[in-house]
């Protein structure tokens, strides 16, 4: 096991016996600590010396320490900051965070979780810390030690750089949106991620995850939609044998699952309104308590969330709660629809292809400069995830080593959702089919979604009941994987439980 790293840490207290306890906490742990009564004090400090680590209370004689925070901010200050707040003061924690605390503590703090929070501080800074570098160049002029600093910065670890490379796109929005998530991946700050369904949220909150010091601890996604009510609170918070019928041992809930990670609260708009006052709690006062528990515990998670719905507008409506919002919404990320970005289709098309063909084992065929333009020519509503449905559509249809338009299957008669001058034709216009790729002659269906939907379920229910109802094996059947088989359980609202899965 490696020793935890050594920090030089600012304590800012007007309460001397508070400000010794933390101090001696921190020197026990073998950091170095300097400590300041008030703002004043520790300008001085910060003037004459680099930190890695700035534990500030809100309220100090002299003002509020968020005002170290902005000139930390002002000056490009490379210090991790950590705000001690009164309990119940949601609007400090929430207005240090966006001013770039890494994490904030409510009073009465828990030593542990100061000592913790100061390792996981240390820990999400991309250079040696600055007591490293005090003790190895002391000598040093003070301005070598930030040349030094700034030098040794090192790159997003390798998890995080592929990550981001999952997400395809060159559009401005993309572009923007990765380098948000490299910035905000190392505090502990919330994210909520907003984007209509399909636009990839989920990749984004796996990136995030990926990118901060918590990447190798475990990434627990959760729709909260899809949990029924009764059982929510077990599920999130864990429950003790006999809390409820049923529950004959103890059990870990998502918040005990993701200690050390990232939670992702998929769909948090759909979160019942008495569970949303619970997750509050637990949020401010970062403790948990499982059903039918006595004991309390420290809640080591950071929070992503993601919502295709407008949540402002739930809050309006009071079926969200804005304390609740105001809590999760520190940062914010927003995915773009796919139409507001048609001149990444090409590129994420070729990319969910090669990807679809990898996880199934088999060759990636090319589009066709055709398939791309009847691509361009649709609306597709449902985003990158309507556009990864084509493509498998396409590849089960296809018998050629080029993906064809006729592959896209009794879809290429529908007109097109776009008029194609309107579409970006970058690519060559062909006639779009041959009289030999036709499909066979079906009826016409009045409602074509309904159609294929019930087209869907029938298939999808013989490949489950042929496999046992294992929806691992049903998927690779049906050239699929686990996730999409479980979307498509889900959009279609198939009872089938998860216990016969053997992967
Ligand atoms: N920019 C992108 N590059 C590559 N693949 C993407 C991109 N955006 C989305 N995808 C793919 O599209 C599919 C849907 O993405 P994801 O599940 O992240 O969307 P979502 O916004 O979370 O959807 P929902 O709101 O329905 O849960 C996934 O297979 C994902 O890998």
Same mark, same amino acid.
């Given at each position: 096991?490696?020793?935890?790293?050594?920090?030089?840490?600012?304590?800012?207290?007007?309460?001397?016996?508070?400000?010794?306890?933390?101090?001696?906490?921190?020197?026990?742990?073998?950091?170095?600590?300097?400590?300041?009564?008030?703002?004043?004090?520790?300008?001085?400090?910060?003037?004459?010396?680099?930190?890695?680590?700035?534990?500030?209370?809100?309220?100090?004689?002299?003002?509020?320490?968020?005002?170290?925070?902005?000139?930390?901010?002002?000056?490009?200050?490379?210090?991790?900051?950590?705000?001690?707040?009164?309990?119940?003061?949601?609007?400090?924690?929430?207005?240090?965070?966006?001013?770039?605390?890494?994490?904030?503590?409510?009073?009465?703090?828990?030593?542990?979780?100061?000592?913790?929070?100061?390792?996981?501080?240390?820990?999400?800074?991309?250079?040696?810390?600055?007591?490293?570098?005090?003790?190895?160049?002391?000598?040093?002029?003070?301005?070598?030690?930030?040349?030094?600093?700034?030098?040794?910065?090192?790159?997003?670890?390798?998890?995080?750089?592929?990550?981001?490379?999952?997400?395809?796109?060159?559009?401005?929005?993309?572009?923007?949106?990765?380098?948000?998530?490299?910035?905000?991946?190392?505090?502990?700050?919330?994210?909520?991620?907003?984007?209509?369904?399909?636009?990839?949220?989920?990749?984004?909150?796996?990136?995030?995850?990926?990118?901060?010091?918590?990447?190798?601890?475990?990434?627990?996604?959760?729709?909260?939609?899809?949990?029924?009510?009764?059982?929510?609170?077990?599920?999130?918070?864990?429950?003790?044998?006999?809390?409820?019928?049923?529950?004959?041992?103890?059990?870990?809930?998502?918040?005990?699952?993701?200690?050390?990670?990232?939670?992702?609260?998929?769909?948090?708009?759909?979160?019942?309104?008495?569970?949303?006052?619970?997750?509050?709690?637990?949020?401010?006062?970062?403790?948990?308590?499982?059903?039918?528990?006595?004991?309390?515990?420290?809640?080591?998670?950071?929070?992503?969330?993601?919502?295709?719905?407008?949540?402002?507008?739930?809050?309006?409506?009071? $079926?969200? +709660? &804005?304390? =609740?919002?105001?809590? !999760?919404?520190?940062?914010?990320?927003?995915?773009? @629809?796919?139409?507001? *970005?048609?001149?990444?289709?090409?590129?994420?098309?070729?990319?969910?292809?090669?990807?679809?063909?990898?996880?199934?084992?088999?060759?990636?065929?090319?589009?066709?400069?055709?398939?791309?333009?009847?691509?361009?020519?649709?609306?597709?509503?449902?985003?990158?995830?309507?556009?990864?449905?084509?493509?498998?559509?396409?590849?089960?249809?296809?018998?050629?080593?080029?993906?064809?338009?006729?592959?896209?299957?009794?879809?290429?008669?529908?007109?097109?959702?776009?008029?194609?001058?309107?579409?970006?034709?970058?690519?060559?216009?062909?006639?779009?089919?041959?009289?030999?790729?036709?499909?066979?002659?079906?009826?016409?269906?009045?409602?074509?979604?309904?159609?294929?939907?019930? $087209?869907? +379920? &029938?298939? =999808?229910?013989?490949? !489950?009941?042929?496999?046992?109802?294992?929806?691992? @094996?049903?998927?690779? *059947?049906?050239?699929?994987?686990?996730?999409?088989?479980?979307?498509?359980?889900?959009?279609?609202?198939?009872?089938?439980?998860?216990?016969?899965?053997?992967?």
């Amino acid at each position: 096991m490696t020793a935890p790293p050594i920090a030089s840490v600012l304590v800012v207290d007007d309460e001397p016996d508070l400000r010794t306890l933390y101090e001696l906490t921190l020197l026990r742990e073998g950091h170095e600590v300097t400590s300041a009564p008030d703002l004043e004090q520790a300008r001085e400090w910060l003037a004459q010396k680099h930190f890695d680590v700035l534990i500030t209370d809100m309220r100090l004689p002299d003002g509020l320490g968020l005002e170290l925070l902005r000139e930390l901010a002002a000056s490009q200050r490379t210090e991790k900051s950590i705000v001690i707040t009164a309990h119940g003061s949601a609007e400090n924690a929430v207005e240090a965070l966006k001013l770039g605390a890494f994490d904030y503590l409510t009073k009465p703090v828990d030593l542990k979780q100061l000592r913790a929070a100061v390792t996981a501080a240390l820990q999400s800074q991309r250079h040696p810390p600055a007591a490293m570098l005090d003790r190895t160049a002391a000598a040093r002029h003070p301005d070598d030690r930030l040349n030094a600093l700034a030098l040794s910065s090192s790159p997003l670890p390798p998890a995080g750089v592929r990550s981001l490379q999952r997400i395809v796109g060159s559009a401005p929005s993309i572009v923007q949106i990765k380098s948000r998530i490299e910035k905000v991946a190392t505090s502990m700050a919330p994210v909520l991620i907003m984007g209509e369904s399909g636009t990839g949220k989920e990749l984004v909150a796996r990136a995030v995850h990926e990118c901060s010091h918590r990447a190798s601890g475990p990434f627990v996604a959760v729709n909260c939609g899809a949990i029924p009510e009764n059982l929510i609170e077990a599920e999130f918070f864990g429950a003790r044998k006999g809390a409820y019928t049923g529950a004959t041992q103890d059990r870990e809930g998502y918040f005990q699952a993701a200690k050390g990670g990232t939670l992702f609260l998929d769909e948090i708009g759909d979160l019942p309104i008495a569970m949303q006052a619970k997750l509050l709690r637990v949020i401010q006062e970062r403790r948990v308590r499982p059903l039918g528990g006595v004991q309390e515990s420290a809640v080591d998670v950071r929070l992503v969330s993601a919502t295709h719905r407008d949540l402002s507008a739930l809050v309006q409506t009071s $079926q969200f +709660r &804005q304390d =609740l919002f105001y809590r !999760l919404n520190v940062i914010e990320l927003r995915t773009p @629809a796919l139409r507001e *970005r048609r001149e990444d289709l090409p590129d994420l098309a070729r990319a969910l292809m090669r990807r679809i063909c990898k996880e199934s084992g088999q060759p990636a065929p090319e589009l066709s400069d055709r398939a791309l333009s009847w691509l361009q020519t649709r609306a597709l509503p449902g985003n990158v995830r309507e556009l990864e449905n084509l493509l498998q559509r396409a590849l089960a249809l296809s018998s050629g080593d080029a993906i064809e338009p006729s592959d896209f299957g009794d879809l290429e008669s529908a007109p097109p959702d776009v008029p194609a001058d309107t579409a970006t034709q970058t690519l060559s216009a062909q006639p779009a089919s041959s009289p030999d790729t036709s499909p066979p002659p079906v009826d016409i269906p009045n409602d074509l979604q309904t159609y294929l939907d019930e $087209q869907e +379920r &029938q298939v =999808l229910l013989k490949a !489950l009941r042929e496999c046992d109802y294992n929806r691992t @094996a049903a998927a690779a *059947r049906l050239g699929l994987n686990l996730r999409q088989m479980r979307y498509r359980i889900q959009r279609l609202g198939l009872n089938i439980s998860d216990d016969n899965d053997g992967a």
